[in-house]
């Protein structure tokens, strides 16, 4: 993300420090919008879910598939009761055989919402908190579920049905624009504006 709202930084927990990425892979913090009880809270957090079950970190996963939350016992808690949202500016998708980069993202949206589940895990007396981003399918590829205003408050409302939301899960997605990048590789150092010089 680099390129932020002012009602996003206004949210308490937004980092003042956070700089502009370009290029973020999981492993890496990302920032996560959720509930906090009195309103929307904001926070830095690890990409790839780690539930205090966990006994391998290195197996956090980083993707949750819309398809299963509910059912599978990794993301079945997190999807009834800690919901959040990613926010991005927009994403890469690698295509062909060539695996050729293109940046993807909403017209009318400079800021996307992308469905999220978060957990806590507590380390040494200290609770750290990480998250997966929720897919859905598109084609052959797995894409992150893109809320818009109504649906990020749904997603976010610790109230909301499970009917409503399965109806989020399965909703048409939000109509993408595409752009062939020039020489973006797919490795998590490579980062900054350069990263989205079109082809």
Known sequence: MFRWSPGLTALPGFPASLEPRWNIAPGQQVLLVRDGGTGREAALVHWGLTPPWLADLSCAPAQARAETLAVQPLFREAFAARRGVLPANGFYEWRGARRRPYWMSVAEQPLLAMAALWEAYPVGGRVYLS???????????????????????????????????RR?????????????????????????????TPA
Do not use: F, H, I
């Open 168 to 196: 989020l899960l399965s909703a048409p997605p939000l109509p993408l624009r595409e752009r062939l990048l020039a020489g973006l590789g797919n490795r998590p150092q490579e980062e900054g504006p350069q990263c989205l």
């Open 131 to 165: 998250a997966a981003v929720v897919t859905v399918a598109a084609g052959t590829q797995r894409r992150p579920l893109l809320l818009d205003e109504a649906g990020e408050a749904l997603w976010l409302n610790p109230a909301t049905s499970s009917d409503d939301l």
